[in-house]
């Protein structure tokens, strides 16, 4: 898909790419709490998590991904953002609670007291492993993809621009860098997108009978089970095993709510993000929907959004929203090198050696860069799989998530789960989840073998599960690892959050309501 670009729209990516370096690196001189380019000195306040997080969320793959799969299949898409309330709320009112009371920095660390040493290790790596290929390689291949059309420029040149801007104020900023471009980016996305719906609504409502136009179950979130892609079995059973380990234990989303000032300021954060997710089926999935009734003889799922700017954006919108793609991919890939740098320089280098202060920025630094090319390293190959943006990386996600939603699940809700079921489920649980990974991106043996991700992500899970709870009740030995001050305190922090609970209660009666009308 070809769009076409006039001087105003050029003007509009000019700003924003000024702006862009204006908060990444201006702003950067002026802050007084830089001397942790991890976690920002803890000081985050509530919204700055909810908008970074959404800013992370919202990459390029969402953007593209979400069009296409209203395109292709309807409202259905919808529940990957509204069912991600639940587990926002696991993640605030249980698994952030412990994270605190166990005063880790990185995610793996709270293995390290739930179950040891060798679980340690293992998600150090699998971590480093996820993050270059689900939120690096993924997010740089989807918006190349995009960037590449839009510019005709090569694949491999679009990819390494934006990891080199991306890395540049990374590596200098750390996460406060990320988080203030986060907020930037967030605005940025927000209004372009809702300017591109309410124009597409303007367009489409002018054709009677629109919305009938469209095949059987468009319009409805959950499908019969004779759907072989998202049946109503696959979403509610497959979407919890990825969501699990994407919103609750994944470094690079609770990254940002480990840097909160206090519990309250996380809390509040995420719920922000709950929040904002009643809007994003509005402005991401349903432009796809649009697209399909106006352009669907002349367009494709993965070109939806595009077709959609070039069709319906005027000279300076368009640029506005070439500008929020771009922000969209910027920020994903930013938060997800903030992260690797994280993960490496406080869990691997700093296992071998103990670090001042100074040295340690000077290592997240450099980290930070060869996390760039090793993201653009691998966008490349993901150029030869063949599968859509969505099903790509949200497949990737899935297949990758099992064991970590298991291990994480048990050490967050039983007591009785041991090293030995963590170590057995992680490293047997991850080897399978790798080699059929690499089989479904591969399509190996051939095309159509594997069945759709969701449901396969179902079947490991439940496996996995098993395997926990048996190991665990036959070689119990009645002792748990982690420390007694671990549970007392997080169950104290807990019961002092009225409030919370009654802002939670509050969108879970808005989200029902929302299940009622669709359905």
């Not at 040891?116 to 291949?141: D, E, M, Q």
Request: hydrophobic content about 55%; aromatic content about 14%.
């Amino acid at each position: 898909m070809t769009i076409f670009l006039t001087k105003i729209d050029y003007l509009v990516l000019l700003l924003y790419i000024v702006a862009l370096f204006i908060f990444g690196f201006y702003l950067n001189r002026r802050s007084t709490a830089n001397t942790d380019i991890f976690l920002g000195g803890r000081s985050l306040k509530w919204w700055q998590i909810g908008f970074s997080m959404f800013s992370a969320n919202a990459g390029a793959t969402m953007l593209i991904g979400l069009s296409s799969l209203g395109f292709s299949h309807g409202v259905v898409g919808s529940n990957f953002e509204w069912l991600a309330w639940i587990f926002l709320l696991l993640l605030a009112m249980f698994f952030f609670p412990r994270y605190i009371s166990a005063g880790i920095h990185t995610i793996p660390q709270f293995l390290l007291i739930r179950y040891g040493k060798r679980s340690y290790n293992f998600l150090v790596i699998y971590s480093l492993v996820s993050i270059l290929i689900v939120w690096l390689a993924s997010a740089l291949y989807a918006g190349g993809l995009v960037i590449a059309e839009v510019f005709h420029r090569p694949l491999l040149e679009s990819v390494s621009v934006i990891a080199l801007i991306a890395a540049s104020y990374t590596a200098i900023g750390g996460l406060k860098a990320v988080v203030r471009t986060g907020i930037f980016q967030s605005v940025i996305i927000i209004i372009s997108s809702v300017i591109l719906t309410v124009l597409a609504l303007k367009k489409v409502t002018a054709i009677p009978g629109w919305a009938q136009d469209t095949p059987v179950d468009y319009w409805k979130l959950f499908h019969p089970r004779s759907d072989p892609e998202y049946s109503w079995l696959a979403i509610v059973m497959g979407y919890p095993v990825v969501a699990i380990y994407y919103w609750c234990a994944d470094q690079t989303i609770v990254q940002k709510v480990l840097a909160a000032k206090d519990i309250r300021q996380g809390q509040y954060g995420i719920m922000l993000i709950a929040a904002m997710k009643i809007i994003t089926p509005l402005i991401f999935v349903l432009p796809g929907i649009i697209c399909f009734i106006l352009f669907r003889d002349t367009t494709t799922p993965d070109n939806a959004y595009i077709t959609m700017v070039e069709k319906l954006m005027p000279a300076g919108l368009r640029g506005l929203c070439i500008a929020a793609l771009i922000a969209a991919l910027i920020d994903t890939v930013s938060s997800g090198l903030n992260s690797f740098s994280t993960v490496f320089t406080l869990d691997v280098i700093g296992q071998f050696t103990r670090l001042e202060e100074q040295p340690k920025r000077t290592i997240g630094k450099w980290v930070t860069v060869l996390a760039a090319f090793l993201g653009v390293g691998v966008a490349a190959l993901f150029a030869r799989s063949g599968k859509g943006l969505f099903e790509l990386s949200q497949g990737l996600v899935s297949i990758l998530a099992p064991p970590l939603s298991v291990v994480f699940l048990g050490g967050i809700f039983w007591k009785r789960a041991n090293k030995l079921a963590a170590e057995v489920v992680l490293y047997g649980g991850g080897l399978i989840c790798v080699i059929i990974g690499s089989c479904y991106v591969l399509n190996f043996p051939y095309k159509g073998y594997w069945p759709h991700f969701l449901l396969l992500s179902v079947y490991i899970f439940i496996g996995l599960s098993l395997g926990m709870v048996l190991i665990t009740l036959l070689s119990d030995s009645g002792k748990n690892t982690t420390s007694p001050t671990v549970w007392t305190s997080s169950r104290r922090l807990l019961r002092n959050s009225p409030r919370v609970w009654l802002g939670w209660g509050l969108l879970a009666l808005v989200m029902i309501i929302i299940y009622i009308v669709f359905n």
